[in-house]
């Protein structure tokens, strides 16, 4: 990637809804040129894909919750049988494996308490866990899926 990939990456991370006219406008390219360095970005998986984002209060998903996760059972067939579980839950928004004292970090997303408690309940009694945390944000300070993008040396 040359710097101008990461300006068109940097546009589309804060608007992908720009038309290409614009787009390649800002990064001083003309049309065609621009549009296929898109195509090479969608096609090597750098662009996953494009969304919409929406503000999950403004459609009744005020509280966020984070979830840490710890088990007794490290091998592969668990984390496959949960890993696949707890994918299909529409209430996790991000899923990691991680480092440290804990085994798994949930950023999970619903409606008010009664529909996390469903949620807590439905994982509990579906995988065996050593333990599960619960910390429930209190005001979302900052968030972004903007990364910081850097051109190659």
């Known amino acids: 990637m040359d710097a101008t990939d990461i300006k068109i990456l940097t546009l589309l991370q804060e608007d ?7 787009l390649a406008q800002k990064v001083n390219l003309s049309q065609t040129p621009c549009w296929k360095r898109i195509q090479r970005l969608e096609a090597s998986g750098i662009i996953q894909k494009r969304v919409a984002l929406v503000d999950p209060e403004k459609v009744g998903l005020g509280l966020t919750v984070f979830v840490s996760i710890e088990t007794n059972d490290h091998s592969g ?5 949960f890993a696949e579980f707890v994918s299909e839950m529409p209430e996790v928004m991000e899923f990691y494996r991680m480092a440290g004292d804990v085994d798994y970090m949930l950023r999970v997303v619903v409606s008010d308490m ?10 509990i009694e579906t995988i065996p866990l050593k333990n599960v945390t619960s910390r429930f944000a209190m005001q979302r300070v900052k968030a972004t899926t903007v990364l910081a993008l850097k051109a190659s040396k």
């Open 16 to 22: 992908a809804s720009i038309s290409i006219a614009e």
């Open 77 to 81: 067939s668990w984390l496959e049988s």
């Open 114 to 123: 009664a529909a996390y408690d469903g949620f807590y309940k439905r994982l």
